[in-house]
Nanobody
Framework: QVQLVESGGGLVQTGGSLRLSCAASGRTFSDYIMAWFRQAPGKEREFVAAISRSGSTTYYADSVKGRFTISRDNAKNTVFLQMNSLKPGDTAVYYC???????????????????WGQGTQVAVSS
């Protein structure tokens, strides 16, 4: 089992940047595919980005492609989400998640992921 703790959220103006971090503890971090999801008020939780165990492969939602970058540091048991050119539509609670196995078909699914953090709030003002 792995425990996940997000940090780095906050309030930023349109066009600004934030860097989210997710620190993992428990089992071997490099055993897990890591991802970020987000959930806005009244909406379903949606996929943002994912990264393979080694960091060599990444996946992005179309809505964030070119603006967000996911990365990981296996030596520090941490996954990051660099968010640039933020828009009001990016406002949500952002969750870190871990999975032991994915496919191209399942990487964006909420049910694919076994472990979740508590979330960190990101608010983008217009």
């Amino acid at each position: 089992q792995v425990q996940l703790v997000e940090s780095g959220g906050g309030l930023v103006q349109t066009g600004g940047s934030l860097r989210l971090s997710c620190a993992a503890s428990g089992r071997t971090f490099s055993d897990y595919i890591m991802a970020w999801f987000r959930q806005a008020p009244g909406k379903e939780r949606e996929f943002v980005a994912a990264i393979s165990r080694s960091g060599s492969t990444t996946y992005y939602a179309d809505s964030v492609k070119g603006r967000f970058t996911i990365s990981r540091d296996n030596a520090k048991n941490t996954v990051f989400l660099q968010m640039n050119s933020l828009k009001p539509g990016d406002t949500a609670v952002y969750y870190c998640a871990a999975a032991t196995s994915i496919t191209r078909a399942t990487v964006r699914g909420v049910s694919t992921y076994d472990y979740w953090g508590q979330g960190t709030q990101v608010a983008v003002s217009s």
